[in-house]
């Protein structure tokens, strides 16, 4: 009887230490996962800050007023003034007299609830 016990608790030795051990390289796989992960990250991070100074690079007002007044005849760019702002009540919106402003379907249920109502 000593001798089956002493082979199961070798066995079970034997299968915890592989458990064990597969365990361990699945921690480690994974911290080297995070680490790529995290590196991969760092270098995303870096290269959007490089795009975010080359992007305040070329729009430098002066860069831009400079290209403005180099391109004028083929785009027609003005100067930006208070001058060129209105209050939107200003506009004129001509009504649209062929689109109906409210759906038939619905024009249906506000009569029937106002005439139950």
Known sequence: MKTLGTIAAVALVVAFAFWAYGVNYATQDAERRVAALRQSIAEEKAAIAMLRAEWAY???????????????????????????????????????????????????LLAQAEVEG
Do not use: K, T
Not at 71 to 96: T, V
């Open 58 to 108: 070329l729009n430098r007002p002066d860069r831009l007023r400079e290209l403005a007044e180099e391109h004028f005849g083929e785009l027609g760019l003005m100067p930006l003034d208070a001058a060129h702002f209105s209050e939107a009540e200003l506009l004129p919106y001509p009504p649209d007299e062929d689109l109906p402003l409210i759906s038939p379907e619905v024009q249906a």
